[in-house]
Every structure is written in structure tokens, then in C-alpha cells.
């Protein structure tokens, strides 16, 4: 079956804009992440979502970070008035279930460069 | 916290030598423990896992136990081959953490 898909796989901007990241998880799974990976902080937590309850938020780095999962499927993390600090890999993975030993499977990722 | 330590790398072998790529981590509770690879130009993927003390983990050749005594989990390769060239992360989950908690990865190359 299909993986998880990330779109754009590439994307160029220039400081102070806004962009949007989406992510396509596997269908049926109810667990969603994101995660940045960038060379001076390696891989890192951003944002979980899971069903209909409340997203874990603590990985967001600042309050110009935010996202969406809308209805249990497809997610939007939105970078405002982006920094060169943002330039990363954003990951996104899904999950079966919340339970700590269940396999994350992640999308491609999406290259974002801050000009 | 969470943390994960990982073998700094990179790391170069020859072909059909031994790998071992330590792991050591700080976890609130019991932690369930991950190793995923990066191969070039491809996304993460899960290796092997292990999930309670003094499992081990095991494919495509790889090993890691889960050692709670010296909270570890290794990576080995008995022969390494020039298509596990990658860069490889150690992770856990743990607490009421759903999240992956990563180590820094370890860029693995095996020449012919």
C-alpha cells in the first residue's frame, strides 16, 4: 500500500514568509508526527497528534510553528514569517496506534530553504 | 528526560567486517528502543526494535539487545556489506512520550 507522502519535496522562500508543509499519512493510521532534521540539532520532535484528542505541541520551537490534522488524515504544519534558522528536513510519520512500541513509519520529507 | 548517546561518527569499514555502533540512553519509566536507517536519498526507516529487557532485535543481518543493567542497546553487524552503507539512529520512546527521542546518528560507509 501507499506510504506516508510529503509535498512539496522541496521548497525554496525567502525570509519572513509564511509556508505550508502537508503531509499524507498511511490510511487508517490515527497517530501523526512531526519531526525537523537539521544539521546542527539532528532529529527533533515538533508535534503528535493522535485521534481527536489534543496535539502535543512541547516540540514546537516557537509560536511561529503551528499545525493541523484535519479530519484524522491529512496534516499542515504552517512556519510563519520564516527564519534561516527554519532551513531543515521536515519529517512527517504516522503510526498504528499510540502505544510506545508501535513502528513510526515516515514520509520522504520536505527540504525547506530560508533565502 | 529522554535523551539518546550515539557513537560519534562517521564510521568506514571494509567490506565483511565487524560493525558495532554503541547506544546508550537516559529514560523516564521503561523505554521501548529503535534503531532506524537512512540510506541515501531515502527516508527513515525501522531496523529492528526491542521493547523489554533482554530482548533483542534482529534484521537484515543487525542486532541490538536491550540492556537494562547498562542501559544500552548496540548495534552489530557480524559482515558488513557496501549496501548498509547509511546513516543509522538509535531512538526510544518512553513515559507518557509517544514520540521518537533520536541520538545524533552515525554515518556507516563500507567500502569494497
Known amino acids: 500500500g501507499a506510504g506516508v507522502s510529503q509535498s512539496p519535496s522541496n521548497k525554496v522562500t525567502e525570509k519572513g514568509k509564511d509556508v505550508e508543509l502537508r503531509c499524507d499519512p498511511i490510511?487508517?493510521?490515527?497517530?501523526l508526527y512531526w519531526y525537523r532534521q537539521s544539521l546542527g540539532q539532528g532529529l527533533e520532535f515538533l508535534i503528535y497528534?493522535?485521534?481527536?484528542?489534543?496535539?502535543?505541541k512541547s516540540g514546537l520551537p516557537s509560536d511561529r510553528f503551528s499545525a493541523e490534522r484535519t479530519g484524522g488524515s491529512v496534516s499542515t504544519l504552517t512556519i510563519q514569517r520564516t527564519q534561516q534558522e527554519d532551513s531543515a528536513v521536515y519529517l512527517c510519520?504516522?503510526?498504528?496506534?499510540?502505544?510506545?512500541?508501535?513502528?513510526?513509519?515516515f514520509g520522504p520529507g520536505t527540504r525547506l530553504t530560508v533565502t | 528526560g529522554n535523551s539518546v548517546t550515539q557513537m560519534e561518527g562517521p564510521v568506514t569499514l571494509s567490506e565483511e567486517a565487524f560493525l558495532t555502533i554503541n547506544c546508550t540512553y537516559t529514560?523516564?519509566?521503561?523505554?521501548?528502543l529503535f534503531w532506524y536507517v537512512q540510506y541515501p536519498g531515502e527516508g527513515l526507516q525501522l531496523l529492528l526494535k526491542a521493547t523489554k529487557a533482554d530482548d533483542k532485535g534482529s534484521n537484515k543481518g543487525f542486532e541490538a539487545t536491550y540492556r537494562k543493567e547498562t542501559t544500552s542497546f548496540h548495534l552489530e553487524k557480524g559482515s558488513v556489506q557496501v549496501s548498509d552503507s547509511a546513516v543509522y539512529f538509535c531512538a526510544l520512546t518512553a513515559g507518557s512520550a509517544r514520540q521518537l527521542t533520536f541520538g545524533s546518528g552515525t554515518q556507516l560507509t563500507v567500502l569494497p
Open positions: 529514560a523516564t519509566g521503561y523505554p521501548s
Open positions: 497528534f493522535q485521534g481527536n484528542s489534543a496535539p502535543d
Open positions: 510519520a504516522s503510526s498504528l496506534g499510540q502505544g510506545l512500541m508501535a513502528e513510526q513509519y
Open positions: 490510511s487508517g493510521h490515527t497517530a
